[in-house]
């Protein structure tokens, strides 16, 4: 079985005079990165190898991401920096799953939208129906997808092969919703 695990990055600014890759995390940003962090330690969803987009809100997201699962699960994944994935449509996105290595059994990707929210629906197949609504219909920043597939292989991820086990936000944190698996 393998695991993929999609975020968009958290809340960026969009100061004067910045080129869009440079754009750094606001302060809302800040504050629900190491959140979704301190989630997947507390769910146990803890990745094997992350592969973030170059753009400086994805690297910082992944960074207080990795803050968070240090401090409460000492773990910390490998990060490839992949220039591809930076506002990538989700066939690039695909072609970057589709070659990770076998040994990596979950697998986390930190990018931009709409591609996240393109891939995470091309590649739902069953599951959380309702988490399923609610990524079609919005797919705020640090939103995160967690899609299972029952294959040994990254090169077998096809379309609408995953069991969505969950789509989690910061606001659903908030309201207590978002907490784990679905009924699906």
């Known amino acids: 079985m393998k695991r993929l695990i999609l975020l968009r990055h958290a809340k960026s600014d969009w100061p004067a005079g910045l080129d869009d890759l440079d754009r750094p995390l606001n302060p809302r940003g800040r504050e629900a990165a190491p959140r979704m962090g301190r989630y997947l330690a507390d769910e146990g969803l803890l990745p094997d190898l992350a592969i973030v987009s170059p753009a400086s809100r994805t690297r910082e997201t992944f960074d207080l991401v990795v803050q968070a699962l240090r401090e409460q699960a000492g773990e910390e994944p490998p990060i490839r920096v992949d220039r ?62 967690v899609l299972d ?22 606001k659903g944190l908030d309201a207590g919703l978002d907490t784990g698996m679905g009924d699906g």
């Open 84 to 145: 591809r994935i930076y506002e990538a449509p989700p066939e690039l996105l695909l072609q970057a799953v589709r070659e990770t290595d076998d040994a990596v059994r979950t697998l986390l990707m930190v990018g931009h939208n709409p591609g996240t929210q393109e891939l995470a629906r091309l590649l739902t197949g069953f599951g959380d129906r309702y988490a399923f609504s609610r990524l079609t219909q919005k797919y705020p920043t640090a939103g995160l997808t």
């Open 149 to 170: 597939f029952d294959i040994e292989s990254w090169r077998d991820v096809s379309q609408r092969e995953a069991r969505l086990d969950r789509f989690v936000t910061p």
